[in-house]
C-alpha cells in the first residue's frame, strides 16, 4: 500500500486521467509482466486450460472459481496456488483468510514460483514476522529477481523511515529502478525530493517525479487500450 506522502505526490504531480491508485496498479503490473519468465512452466495443457477458465470465472462466481483452483492446487498447479492464497486476502468478495494466505503463497514458493516470493515476504510483514520476511526476499535477490529488491528495500525504509536507511537500501532500490520498476524510480524521486540524499537534491527529485508518473501514465493508458481491443473482440 502506498503512503499518504506517496499519494500526496501523485496527486499534487499526476495528470488527472491517473490517479495514485492507477500508478501503483502500474507498478504492481509492471512486476506481475516481469514475472513471468520466472514462474514454472506447467507441462500439462489440460490443467493450464483448466486454471485459465477457473481464473475466467473470479468475475461471474469467485466462490466457486475458488473451489476449482483448490482442486487444481492440490493437482500441482503453482498458477492456482499463487490464486488461492491471492483470493483469501479479501479479494472479489471472498472472506479473508490470512491462514490460507500464508500457506498457498509458501506452497507456490516451494514449487518454484519467484512472484511467490514476493506475495509470502509480504503476508510475513503484514503478521510482524519481521526476523523471518528479509531472508525470503535475499532468496530473490541473490537470483536477480526485480521485485525482491524493490521489496526488501521498501520494507526495510518503511520500518524505520530514516534518511540513513533510505540510504542504507538506495543501492537495491537503484538496482529495481534501473531495471524498470516504476515503484523504485519513484520511491527514488520521492526520497531525493524529501531530502533524504541532501538538501541539494530536492529539485532533482521534484525534477524527476512528472517524468516517471507520465511514463506510468502511458502505461496506463495502453493497458486501457488493450483490455478494450480484447473485450471488444472476445467471442
Known sequence: MPCKICNWLCDRFCPPELSSEDFWKAAYRWEDEFSRDWEPWEDDEILRTEVSDAVKLIETNASQALQLLIALADKGSVRAMRWVGYLHDGHSG?????????????????????????SYANFLYRQGEHNRWPSVLEDGMEQGFVPAFFWYSWNKYRLRPSNRVAREVRPLMLRAAEAGHPGAEFMLARWTARGRFGLRKIPEGFRLIPSIVAKASA???????ADAELKANAP
Not at 500457506?103 to 514449487?111: K, P, Q, S, T, V
Not at 502505461?219 to 487500450?225: G, V
Open 94 to 118: 471472498i472472506e479473508e483468510n490470512q491462514e490460507m494466505v500464508g500457506e498457498y503463497f509458501h506452497r507456490a514458493l516451494c514449487a518454484g514460483s519467484w512472484g511467490s516470493t514476493v
Open 219 to 225: 502505461a496506463h493508458e495502453d493497458k486501457q487500450t
